[in-house]
């Protein structure tokens, strides 16, 4: 009796076209061309799995990787009388389980190879060429995801309920904060109105801070600190490099699971940058930028000191205003142990007047539905 079927010789992974013969000494299985490709002893002919209605029949060469699909569920009743194994499922042999083994070490070794080097490479190099103009546009397609990702606060009047933070002397009192710490270096700063306690940079020079953030500073140098930090991300073009990795890898994940247009495409920008974390380099880069940069401007750097250790007290509880931020910057005491040893001045952001942090905290007294960032020089 003669059968179509797939064909998988267990050497190759591409599957052929055959025709097998079923006859009381086994399987003859022949190409197009009536080329006998393998016999198969009617002794060793298996069941791969118990056939299910309506799937195809799968059949191995006990002691093998190699099998056979057939579609006609019929080959069943023809191989019942004549192979007297075909019910005890296929066994590999040794050499077999060590070639598939051998092979699987080798793919995990070379999975893990792109991921850790060949990736963060790739997205160093595309990086470094991507134009301002790309940066811009990516940032800004994801500032406008935000709304939809973070819970805005609605409760005040109607002014208020909005999503972004634009109240004027709120908005001069940063302005004055980021004059200081940015010197010569473009930056443009949005804030969310979210109590959510979260920074991030996000590609195209920008960083985004949240009203909850602000609220849960203990003084306006604990800001500075985190805006420093962030401008470290900013300039050693983390964002965007973590946006091609994560990218990159979410798409060799689709290609492996069949989802081909990847995860990051899927669930977007903004969920992204909420989402992923920067790698522990990355995080020692931007704290020694923060604090070169903290001294140039003449502002202590005990405020984010003191942000680090709240974060790390965070840490040990089960929840809290934190706790987002720790998914993405989290702390550890290495970090906080080179900000504690790092050169520092006793200036103040605002000097003696307490005045500006006030106006800051309000900063979301007037909310605006589209963003309008701060912008520097």
């Known amino acids: 009796m003669q059968y179509a079927a797939?064909?998988?010789?267990?050497?190759?992974?591409?599957?052929?076209?055959?025709?097998?013969?079923?006859?009381?000494?086994?399987?003859?299985?022949?190409?197009?061309?009536?080329?006998?490709?393998?016999?198969?002893?009617?002794?060793?002919?298996?069941?791969?799995?118990?056939?299910?209605?309506?799937?195809?029949?799968?059949?191995?060469?006990?002691?093998?990787?190699?099998?056979?699909?057939?579609?006609?569920?019929?080959?069943?009743?023809?191989?019942?009388?004549?192979?007297?194994?075909?019910?005890?499922?296929?066994?590999?042999?040794?050499?077999?389980?060590?070639?598939?083994?051998?092979?699987?070490?080798?793919?995990v070794v070379a999975v893990a190879f792109i991921i850790?080097?060949?990736?963060?490479?790739?997205?160093?190099?595309?990086?470094?060429?991507?134009?301002?103009?790309?940066?811009?546009?990516?940032?800004?397609?994801?500032?406008?995801?935000?709304?939809?990702?973070?819970?805005?606060?609605?409760?005040?009047?109607?002014?208020?309920?909005?999503?972004?933070?634009?109240?004027?002397?709120?908005?001069?009192?940063?302005?004055?904060?980021?004059?200081?710490?940015?010197?010569?270096?473009?930056?443009r700063v949005v804030v969310v109105n979210t109590e959510v306690v979260n920074a991030f940079a996000l590609p195209g020079d920008m960083v985004v801070l949240t009203q909850g953030l602000i609220d849960n500073a203990s003084s306006a140098e604990e800001v500075a600190g985190v805006i420093a930090h962030e401008m470290g991300h900013v300039a050693h073009d983390h964002p965007i490099e973590s946006m091609y990795r994560t990218a990159t890898v979410s798409v060799l994940a689709g290609l492996v699971t069949g989802d081909a247009a990847g995860g990051i495409l899927i669930t977007g920008l903004g969920q992204w940058v909420l989402n992923t974390g920067y790698s522990r380099a990355a995080e020692r880069e931007a704290d020694q930028y923060a604090l070169e940069r903290l001294y140039a401007a003449g502002i202590d750097s005990s405020g984010l000191e003191r942000f680090f250790a709240r974060l790390m007290e965070e840490r040990d509880k089960d929840a809290g205003p934190f706790s987002r931020m720790l998914s993405t910057h989290p702390p550890t005491r290495e970090r906080l142990e080179a900000v504690r040893r790092a050169d520092r001045v006793t200036g103040r952001v605002f000097g003696d007047d307490d005045e500006p942090l006030a106006q800051l905290r309000r900063i979301c007294w007037n909310t605006q539905p589209a963003p309008r960032p701060i912008s520097t020089p």
């Open 6 to 107: 797939s064909y998988y010789d267990g050497v190759t992974a591409r599957a052929q076209t055959v025709a097998i013969d079923v006859t009381d000494d086994g399987v003859a299985i022949s190409d197009a061309d009536g080329t006998v490709l393998s016999s198969w002893p009617a002794g060793r002919v298996v069941l791969v799995e118990l056939p299910r209605g309506g799937e195809p029949v799968r059949l191995g060469l006990d002691g093998t990787t190699a099998r056979l699909v057939v579609d006609d569920p019929g080959v069943m009743e023809t191989l019942r009388p004549m192979a007297p194994q075909l019910y005890r499922r296929v066994r590999l042999s040794w050499s077999g389980l060590a070639r598939i083994a051998a092979w699987a070490g080798a793919a």
């Open 116 to 187: 850790l080097v060949v990736v963060p490479s790739l997205s160093r190099q595309m990086a470094a060429v991507t134009p301002d103009a790309v940066r811009q546009r990516i940032g800004a397609a994801t500032l406008r995801q935000l709304p939809r990702l973070l819970p805005i606060d609605r409760s005040g009047p109607p002014h208020m309920r909005q999503a972004y933070c634009g109240y004027d002397r709120g908005r001069d009192a940063l302005q004055t904060m980021l004059v200081r710490l940015t010197a010569d270096m473009a930056l």
